[in-house]
Each structure stands twice: as structure tokens, then as C-alpha cells.
T-cell receptor
Framework: DARVTQTPRDKVTEMGQEVTMRCQPI?????VFWYRQTMMQGLELLAY????????DSGMPKDRFSAEMPDATLATLKIQPSEPRDSAVYFC???????????FGPGTRLLVL | GESVGLHLPTLSVQEGDNSIINCAYS??????FIWYKQESGKGPQFIID?????DKRQGQRVTVLLNKTVKHLSLQIAATQPGDSAVYFC?????????????FGSGTRLQVQP
């Protein structure tokens, strides 16, 4: 049963610390998405990769967030330095072709104190 | 601005009844729509999709209807079960700029009463 995996599932950190979230897309999928979900904003697209190349990261605060795909089996989202307003659930999703149907991971619940 | 929105934030139905969840979209260039189900503590799960060249598509117990004239999308769930309780999101694919990413609506919570 192929699925997207994310680590860690939960992360509590203090303001100013670096946070790294990891995602393993479904094998064979060539598109990867990072979303942030909060009660106030709902699901927001942060970044989008196709064939490991970033296609769109306009939804991501550039000064503190960065997203990369070191290889086809790993996507990372880093926040440095983290702030309390970054507290949210971060989802990774993967898909094929144009990234139309996206399969979501279980999410990383981040709390920045 | 372009957006995807939902008419009803919470829908409560009796077990066994049919449920209808509605969604409005504003971008006439959108050509692909998806319904996702999100249970508490989990990621959104794909339910069903539909392209703009169709007006109806059926799955197992679910049907999606698309009315492009009024830019309206609905998800019908037949014989609703307690396991259907979740938040349902509609999402659209917007292609004007070549960007192939989904824009999600705010979600509707479905509560199934036993």
C-alpha cells in the first residue's frame, strides 16, 4: 500500500530554533507539494516541485522557509528561525504528471513556543 | 479575487440519509476539480475528481456534479455512514499561468448522527 510518509509526526520547539520536516513521496511520483494548514487560513500551498525542480514557491515566506528535494525519494522543508506564528500542521503531497491528483501524507504538527 | 468557497461550514445528517456538500468556484479557467475527505488528525484523502468536460461522475457511494454555468460543484454521498464524518474540501486546478497546483476551499464539516 504505497503512501506518502512524513517525519516527524509532531514537533515542539522554541522560537528561534531551526525546524526540518521530511517527506518521502510515493515511489514513481514526480510532483511534490508542501502545504500548511491552520484553522484560520485553511490549506495553503507553500511549494511545488516537479522532477525535483521547484516550480512554485510563491506561497512560502522566503526569509525563513526553504524547500528542497535532495533526491527523488526525499523532500525537505526547513524553517530557520522558527516563530510562534509558524505553528501549524504541515502536509506533504505527491502526484504524477501535472500533479492533479495529489496524495497526502499524515502531516507534521508543529508547535513553536 | 479567484477563490474556491463552500456554502455550508457544517452539515449534520442522520445515518442512512444522503448528504450533499456544495462548493462554489470563481475561476472559469479551472478545468479539474477534486473532492478530498479529511478525518481528524489525518491528511486529506482523495475521494473523487471530475474534469470540466464532464458534468457528472460516480464512484462508490459518491457522486460529483459540476455545473460550469454557475460555477458550482457538489459532492453527494449516498446512505451516509458514521465513518463519513469528516471535513470535506473541494479543490480546483487553475491553469492560466501553467501552474499545475490545487487551490483548496475552506472545507465543510459533515457530522453523521447515529
Amino acid at each position: 500500500d504505497a503512501r506518502v510518509t512524513q517525519t516527524p509526526r509532531d514537533k515542539v520547539t522554541e522560537m528561534g530554533q531551526e525546524v526540518t520536516m521530511r517527506c518521502q513521496p510515493i515511489l514513481g511520483h514526480n510532483t511534490v507539494f508542501w502545504y500548511r494548514q491552520t484553522m484560520m487560513q485553511g490549506l495553503e500551498l507553500l511549494a511545488y516541485f516537479r522532477n525535483r525542480a521547484p516550480l512554485d514557491d510563491s506561497g512560502m515566506p522566503k526569509d525563513r522557509f526553504s524547500a528542497e528535494m535532495p533526491d527523488a525519494t526525499l523532500a525537505t522543508l526547513k524553517i530557520q528561525p522558527s516563530e510562534p506564528r509558524d505553528s501549524a500542521v504541515y502536509f506533504c503531497a505527491s502526484g504524477t504528471g501535472g500533479g492533479e491528483t495529489q496524495y497526502f501524507g499524515p502531516g507534521t504538527r508543529l508547535l513553536v513556543l | 479575487g479567484e477563490s474556491v468557497g463552500l456554502h455550508l461550514p457544517t452539515l449534520s445528517v442522520q445515518e442512512g440519509d444522503n448528504s450533499i456538500i456544495n462548493c462554489a468556484y470563481s475561476n472559469s479557467a479551472s478545468d479539474y476539480f477534486i473532492w478530498y475527505k479529511q478525518e481528524s488528525g489525518k491528511g486529506p484523502q482523495f475521494i473523487i475528481d471530475i474534469r470540466s468536460n464532464m458534468d457528472k461522475r460516480q464512484g462508490q457511494r459518491v457522486t460529483v456534479l459540476l455545473n460550469k454555468t454557475v460555477k458550482h460543484l457538489s459532492l453527494q454521498i449516498a446512505a451516509t455512514q458514521p465513518g463519513d464524518s469528516a471535513v470535506y474540501f473541494c479543490a480546483e486546478n487553475i491553469r492560466p499561468t501553467g501552474r499545475r497546483a490545487l487551490t483548496f476551499g475552506s472545507g465543510t464539516r459533515l457530522q453523521v448522527q447515529p
